[in-house]
């Protein structure tokens, strides 16, 4: 409930404030953000924040919820999956959740797989690069059909 409900707050700060307004700005194009009176180092510091505060609280999850205790190196790569997620979302809060699930299952599904059927992990990695390539491909042909004019 609580990313569900962090999707929420993050949609409605980037979409119906101004300060997502800017944020959306300096992601956009930076420099066209500044020429607009728009102050980057301030967006920047608040969107570092507020990621670091949202990854924290991940973290805080998965040692209390999920392992109980803290153990050292528990994350197998997560701020990776979490880019893959983000580009796969679309860096847009509520596809990031979509991708996020999807993400999810495919790392679940392929656990179990590896544990009761003998598939390799290796498996599982090919699938989520193939989701990737798949959503990315769409916009490398484009550009470079650009760079081919």
């Given at each position: 409930?609580?990313?569900?409900?962090?999707?929420?707050?993050?949609?409605?700060?980037?979409?119906?404030?101004?300060?997502?307004?800017?944020?959306r700005a300096i992601g956009f194009n930076?420099?066209?953000?500044?020429?607009?009176?728009?102050?980057?180092?301030?967006?920047?510091?608040?969107?570092?924040?507020?990621?670091?505060?949202?990854?924290?609280?991940?973290?805080?999850?998965?040692?209390?919820?999920?392992?109980?205790?803290?153990?050292?190196?528990?994350?197998?790569?997560?701020?990776?999956?979490?880019?893959?997620?983000?580009?796969?979302?679309?860096?847009?809060?509520?596809?990031?959740?979509?991708?996020?699930?999807?993400?999810?299952?495919?790392?679940?599904?392929?656990?179990?797989?590896?544990?009761?059927?003998?598939?390799?992990?290796?498996?599982?990695?090919?699938?989520?690069?193939?989701?990737?390539?798949?959503?990315?491909?769409?916009?490398?042909?484009?550009?470079?059909?650009?760079?081919?004019?």
């Amino acid at each position: 409930y609580i990313a569900v409900a962090l999707v929420a707050v993050i949609w409605f700060l980037l979409k119906r404030t101004i300060l997502g307004y800017e944020l959306r700005a300096i992601g956009f194009n930076p420099t066209a953000a500044e020429n607009a009176g728009i102050k980057i180092n301030r967006g920047v510091i608040i969107s570092l924040v507020i990621s670091g505060a949202i990854a924290g609280l991940g973290g805080a999850v998965e040692i209390m919820g999920v392992h109980k205790r803290f153990i050292d190196g528990f994350s197998p790569g997560y701020g990776w999956d979490g880019l893959a997620v983000a580009l796969v979302g679309g860096l847009n809060p509520v596809g990031s959740m979509l991708a996020s699930i999807l993400f999810g299952a495919l790392r679940s599904g392929g656990m179990i797989m590896a544990r009761s059927a003998g598939v390799p992990l290796y498996i599982n990695i090919l699938l989520q690069g193939l989701v990737i390539l798949f959503v990315a491909a769409p916009a490398l042909i484009r550009s470079l059909l650009r760079r081919r004019r």
